[in-house]
């Protein structure tokens, strides 16, 4: 009885193994008659233009191990995405603050628009690390109140001890829009 059991064993295996007998093989998919077509248009926004702020977090430093002090330097990079197929909306004011609530750098001198589908990028570099562990953006923007959301993120990159570290962050719209001029320029005092 053991001598049988090896070969149909055997035989069992190889035939699972090999290929399919040509009667159990898939048979191609049809073509189908009709090309494929694009999908339908996004009727255009036609709400009347709304203002909006979203506030994006950034790390220009990471504080690392017991000397918080002595931090690992990343570049940041700002990510302002018009997700609307139709609208054209404008940035108004693309804001960067410290940890300590101070705008530290303006990055619009004029509204600039943003096309359909585009994205603008603002960048702080690696060894600028005025923003610290709590910097922040805040994206203010107008467009029709239909118009969808802008996408908004950070991409924080640089060396961590031997090797690098890579993370992003997502924008939140806030509900209350806050006035650009309440922030001075100035950093805060020393303790």
Do not use: K
């Not at 108004?92 to 603008?120: I, K, N, W």
């Not at 802008?150 to 991409?155: A, Q, S, Y």
Request: charged fraction near 20%; glycine fraction near 8%.
């Amino acid at each position: 009885m053991r001598g049988v059991i090896l070969p149909v064993a055997l035989a069992l295996f190889t035939t699972a193994c090999g290929d399919p007998p040509s009667a159990t093989r898939a048979a191609p998919a049809p073509q189908p008659d009709t090309p494929v077509t694009d999908p339908p248009a996004e009727a255009a926004p036609a709400g009347a233009p709304r203002l909006r702020t979203v506030y994006v977090p950034a790390y220009s430093v990471l504080p690392r191990g017991a000397n918080v002090e002595r931090g690992a330097l990343l570049s940041v990079l700002l990510s302002v995405r018009n997700m609307d197929s139709t609208a054209t909306v404008t940035l108004t004011h693309v804001d960067y603050f410290d940890t300590s609530g101070h705008r530290v750098r303006r990055y619009l001198d004029a509204p600039r628009a943003l096309r359909p589908l585009e994205t603008a990028e603002f960048s702080v570099a690696t060894n600028d690390e005025t923003g610290g562990s709590g910097a922040n953006f805040l994206v203010y923007w107008e467009g029709p109140s239909d118009a969808h959301s802008l996408l908004t993120e950070t991409v924080m990159v640089g060396h961590l001890g031997s090797g690098h570290v890579a993370f992003t962050s997502r924008g939140v719209e806030l509900d209350r829009r806050p006035d650009p001029a309440s922030f001075t320029d100035e950093p805060a005092p020393a303790p």
